[in-house]
């Protein structure tokens, strides 16, 4: 199988590429940069330019699926300004990668799979939010999240097998959470965030590159959460990390008022609570490599690659 991959030079783009090839898939990826375009060891790059509407079709040649990861980071400075590109960053690739589909003609592509988020629920510490869970979207997080999956979702029309993974807490020790939770450690102070009683739905990054190459493998469509099956709070990461002593710190709790003061809006994703299930993938005969917090932190603080 020959698959499409944008945003793959991210973190999760790195990993579904490394497992893809372990797996004796062929890959094709898209770039903004056309220094990167022979920058994938056994990849072929190809470029595209979403500013300017333009995508090399031959990117599509002989493909049968198309991961999509574009999209720029959230946890950013919120202006009206790069809200705007927040959303934009994940529509207007999908618009071209549509546009593109139709003009090369390409009839073996029969799967697309999109990245979006468990930040489309409201926080909520009683809930334990299934994929039929609807809400309606509150605040910027939701709303963005929202117009994604009804921008992925529309390719249906194009690809009949389009599904879109509710990706929760990505868990990788060199970058996104983990890094930021375990810089402050190196220094002897473990960070709890407001009052730590709020549900974290994570994922180590070994599953979620392995579940977007299982979706694709399935001949599926619609919505999955992309989060392992245990859950748990946001002081209990911290108290993993000392159990198993992985790192040595006292634990300083930052309340909710004082993490509103140094990120504004941003402060819900830090403080907001979403317990997440992932029974649908499990019953689609996805199998966790990592089902616990503690085998996969152990796991993420004793091994050393690119990933982590």
């Given at each position: 199988m020959k698959i499409l991959i944008t945003g793959a030079?991210?973190?999760?783009?790195?990993?579904?590429?490394?497992?893809a090839l372990n797996q004796n898939f062929k890959v094709n990826y898209l770039t903004r940069d056309k220094s990167k375009i022979k920058s994938i060891i056994d990849c072929k790059g190809f470029y595209w330019d979403i500013k300017k509407d333009y995508i090399d079709l031959k990117c599509f040649e002989g493909v049968n699926a198309i991961i999509n990861l574009a999209g720029e980071k959230i946890f950013q400075k919120w202006t009206k300004k790069s809200k705007k590109e927040i959303l934009l960053s994940r529509i207007k690739p999908i618009d071209l990668l549509i546009k593109g589909i139709k003009l090369s003609n390409q009839t073996?592509?029969?799967t697309f799979v999109s990245a979006?988020?468990?930040?489309?629920?409201?926080?909520d510490f009683e809930k334990n939010y299934t994929e039929n869970e609807t809400e309606n979207p509150q605040n910027f997080i939701q709303k963005t999240v929202y117009n994604w999956e009804k921008k992925s979702l529309s390719v249906r029309k194009f690809i009949p097998y389009t599904s879109v993974l509710r990706i929760g807490?990505?868990?990788?020790?060199?970058?996104?959470?983990?890094?930021e939770t375990d810089y402050p450690m190196k220094f002897g102070f473990g960070i709890q965030l407001g009052s730590g009683n709020q549900w974290q739905s994570w994922i180590h990054i070994d599953d979620i590159a392995n579940m977007f190459l299982f979706i694709i493998g399935l001949d599926t469509k619609g919505i999955y959460n992309a989060v392992a099956p245990k859950p748990i709070f946001q002081k209990s990461f911290l108290k993993i990390i000392r159990k198993r002593k992985l790192r040595k710190f006292i634990i300083i709790k930052?309340?909710?008022?004082?993490?509103?003061?140094?990120?504004?809006?941003r402060a819900s994703i830090l403080i907001d609570s979403q317990r997440v299930s992932s029974k649908k993938i499990l019953e689609s005969g996805y199998k966790f490599i990592y089902e616990e917090a503690d085998k996969a932190l152990n796991n993420l603080y004793k091994r050393?690659?690119?990933?982590?």
């Amino acid at each position: 199988m020959k698959i499409l991959i944008t945003g793959a030079t991210g973190l999760i783009g790195k990993a579904v590429i490394k497992s893809a090839l372990n797996q004796n898939f062929k890959v094709n990826y898209l770039t903004r940069d056309k220094s990167k375009i022979k920058s994938i060891i056994d990849c072929k790059g190809f470029y595209w330019d979403i500013k300017k509407d333009y995508i090399d079709l031959k990117c599509f040649e002989g493909v049968n699926a198309i991961i999509n990861l574009a999209g720029e980071k959230i946890f950013q400075k919120w202006t009206k300004k790069s809200k705007k590109e927040i959303l934009l960053s994940r529509i207007k690739p999908i618009d071209l990668l549509i546009k593109g589909i139709k003009l090369s003609n390409q009839t073996g592509i029969r799967t697309f799979v999109s990245a979006s988020a468990i930040g489309i629920y409201q926080s909520d510490f009683e809930k334990n939010y299934t994929e039929n869970e609807t809400e309606n979207p509150q605040n910027f997080i939701q709303k963005t999240v929202y117009n994604w999956e009804k921008k992925s979702l529309s390719v249906r029309k194009f690809i009949p097998y389009t599904s879109v993974l509710r990706i929760g807490l990505v868990l990788s020790k060199n970058n996104g959470y983990l890094k930021e939770t375990d810089y402050p450690m190196k220094f002897g102070f473990g960070i709890q965030l407001g009052s730590g009683n709020q549900w974290q739905s994570w994922i180590h990054i070994d599953d979620i590159a392995n579940m977007f190459l299982f979706i694709i493998g399935l001949d599926t469509k619609g919505i999955y959460n992309a989060v392992a099956p245990k859950p748990i709070f946001q002081k209990s990461f911290l108290k993993i990390i000392r159990k198993r002593k992985l790192r040595k710190f006292i634990i300083i709790k930052l309340h909710n008022f004082i993490l509103r003061v140094l990120f504004g809006e941003r402060a819900s994703i830090l403080i907001d609570s979403q317990r997440v299930s992932s029974k649908k993938i499990l019953e689609s005969g996805y199998k966790f490599i990592y089902e616990e917090a503690d085998k996969a932190l152990n796991n993420l603080y004793k091994r050393d690659d690119n990933l982590t």
